[in-house]
């Protein structure tokens, strides 16, 4: 499930636990819904929509204690408790703070008040993404070294060559991912730090001959962004788009593990292929 397709559901859950249940809202159930701490998707809420998920909450209260006071003869000592305000007091604070008018004031004149909707999320995006815990998982395969700026050359170049030297087709049949598929990762080279070193590897737990790289990447959390189309051209608009947009905003730590590129297996020249790139974030909660 995509994390708009999860911040849907907690939406939801929101509305029926204030309309339907007057429950306070539960952040365990949040955490479980959304599939990460309760804190951490207070972060992911907070960079998607620019609002607190603690503020959303509480404007959504004050709009429906707003609606009840117009339309019901509820007391307000009701409404306050309704919305999990301690007293009165407080409440009239809060609704005086977010409409300009006491409640008493908002029920004795003809006035319109302060009206935040249910939030509704897009479910379509250029590029979808969600949050996955992944196990620890062993790569081996082969890499080039490469000159900063080469890469969008060099690399397509050792794929092919992988393709045409029987090599790739050695890392295919070795592949234990599920689903399948190749990854392509970056590396620092240590000597020099003008150049990069990229790696073709697979996820595998057998002895593979004419590797030159094996790597253990531990477990960890990871933002996956689905690239849809041929590739090299989608997973570099990806990396373009992760560079312009949502890295400048980027919300969360950095885990201590290189960031992947995953390739499907199919049809690379497919308007349909799909490829990923997997940022490792940190949980801060766990």
Not at 94 to 118: M, N, S
Not at 201 to 214: A, G, I, K, P, W
Not at 234 to 253: C, D, R, S, T, V
């Amino acid at each position: 499930m995509e994390w708009n397709e999860k911040l849907q559901m907690i939406l939801d859950y929101v509305e029926n636990h204030l309309q339907r249940k007057q429950e306070p809202i539960d952040p365990k159930e949040v955490s479980q819904i959304a599939g990460c701490s309760f804190g951490f998707f207070q972060k992911v809420f907070s960079y998607m929509n620019d609002i607190s998920f603690s503020e959303y909450i509480r404007f959504r209260k004050l709009t429906l204690a707003g609606y009840d006071l117009k339309s019901t003869e509820k007391k307000v000592i009701d409404i306050s408790y309704q919305y999990g305000y301690d007293s009165p007091t407080s409440f009239t604070k809060a609704f005086q703070q977010f409409h300009g008018i006491t409640p008493k004031e908002a029920r004795e004149k003809d006035v319109k008040l302060r009206v935040v909707p249910k939030m509704q999320v897009s479910i379509r995006q250029q590029y979808s993404w969600r949050l996955e815990q992944k196990p620890a998982f062993r790569l081996v395969g082969k890499s080039i070294i490469c000159s900063a700026g080469e890469q969008h050359q060099k690399i397509p170049e050792f794929w092919s060559d992988c393709q045409k030297n029987g090599f790739f087709s050695q890392l295919v049949s070795i592949d234990k991912g599920a689903p399948k598929g190749l990854f392509g990762l970056f590396h620092s080279e240590k000597s020099r730090v003008d150049k990069l070193q990229y790696s073709i590897m697979v996820m595998t737990d057998e002895d593979v001959l004419n590797v030159d790289c094996e790597m253990w990447i531990p477990e960890a959390l990871w933002a996956v962004f689905d690239c849809r189309g041929p590739v090299p051209e989608a997973i570099q608009n990806g990396w373009k788009y992760l560079q312009q947009e949502w890295i400048m905003k980027y919300p969360f730590q950095h885990a201590d593990c290189p960031e992947l590129e995953w390739y499907s297996d199919g049809n690379s020249f497919d308007e349909q292929y799909l490829s990923q790139i997997w940022i490792p974030v940190i949980d801060e909660e766990k």
